[in-house]
C-alpha cells in the first residue's frame, strides 16, 4: 500500500546526517529541531501557532481537553472514519453523537450535522478523509449559529486547500478553532515513528495546549490542571523538516497516480472513481474505489492473489463496533453503511511507477470486466 522505503532511499543521506546531528548534540526532546519545525509547520500552514505532540490521537484528545468540556457534553463526528475520534470522545466521558458521511466525498454532510445538534453539543469534529477537506463553509456556518467548537481532524489532509465562496482559500486543519494531524510513517507527512500536532490561531488556546501537553505546567512543577505526557521527539522533528520542505511535490505525485487510477477505470460502469470536491483539492492520503457490483470482496482476494495489496478502510461502522456500540436507525446512515461495502483503497504513495500503475489497473479491470 506504500513505499517507505524507496521514500527514504532518495533523501537518505539528508536525513542520516540531520539524524546524526541530532545524536551528536543530544538534545533529544524540546530541543531545537522541534522548534524550528513547528514554526516552518507554522509558515506553511499560515497558521500562528503548532503544538507538537506524540500522535494524532494524542493531538485529538489534547485538542478537546482545551475545550473544558463537561461530562455528558456532545461531541459530533462522522460514523465512517478510522476510530480515534470517537475514542478519545469516550475517554474524556463525553458522549459521541456519530453522523452519516457523504456518499461521494467521504466525509461528513453537513445536513446531518444540523440535524444531530442538540443543546449539549458543544463540538464537532468532521474528519478530511481520504486528502480533502469537509465541507468547511457549511459546517462552519453552522456551528458559528450554534456556538460550537469545531476541530478539524487533518491526519489525511495536510497540505489540501479548501476554497470558500468569497474566494479565501485555506489549508485543512486552519479553519476550525482547531486543528489536528499525525506524523504516523503512512501519513502525507510521515516520520520514522509516532508524532502529530495541533494548529491554531487563538493565542489563548494556544497557551492552554502548550501547558496540557506538560502535565499541564505553565510553571516548572506547578500544575494547574490535569494534562497529559505528549511530545514529539527531536529526531522525528528533523525528520519532518526535510520531509515538510517535500510535502507538496509528495501530494503532487500521489495526484498523479490518481489522475492515472482515474483515466484507467473512467467508462467502467461498476467502479466509482473519487470524486474530487469543487472546494477543495485532494492530496489522496487514499485513493478509493467504490465498487457497484457487489464484487468488492472477490476483488481484493483477486488482487491479492496478483501481488496487488488493497484494503478496505473502513470495513465497520463506528456506532456499530463493539467498543463504540450504540443503538442506532440505519435509515440515518444510508451513506455509511453502503460505503462499507463498497469500498477498496489501492496503493497510493510518493513512488508509484507508471509500470506499477499499470499492473495493478490491469489487474482491476480484469476482474471487473
Ligand atoms: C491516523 C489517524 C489518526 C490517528 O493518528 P495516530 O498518529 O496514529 O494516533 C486520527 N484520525 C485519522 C483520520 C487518522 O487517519
Known sequence: ????????????SDVDNAILNVLNTAAFINGPEVK?????LETYLDVKHVIPCANGTDALQIALMALNLQEGDEVITADFTFAATVEVIHLLKLKAVLVDVDYDTFTMDSEKLKAAITSKTKAVIPVHLFGQCSNMEEILKIAKEHHLAVIEDNAQAIGSEFTFSDGTVKKSGTMGIMGTTSFFPSKNLGCYGDGGAIFTNDDELAHKLRGIVNHGMYERYYHDEVGVNSRLDSIQATVLRKK?????????????????????????ENILTPKRAENSTHVFHQYTLRILNGKRNELQQFLAEREVPAMIYYPVALRKQKAYFQESNDADFVNTDQLLEQVISLPMHTELEEEQLKYITDAVLEFMK
Not at 515538510?244 to 467502467?268: I, M, P, Q, S
Open 1 to 12: 500500500m506504500v513505499d517507505l522505503q524507496s521514500q527514504y532511499y532518495k533523501i537518505k
Open 36 to 40: 524550528s519545525f513547528q514554526s516552518e
Open 244 to 268: 515538510l520542505t517535500l510535502l507538496d511535490n509528495y501530494n503532487e505525485a500521489r495526484k498523479k497516480a490518481a489522475d492515472y487510477y482515474d483515466e484507467a477505470f473512467a467508462g467502467n
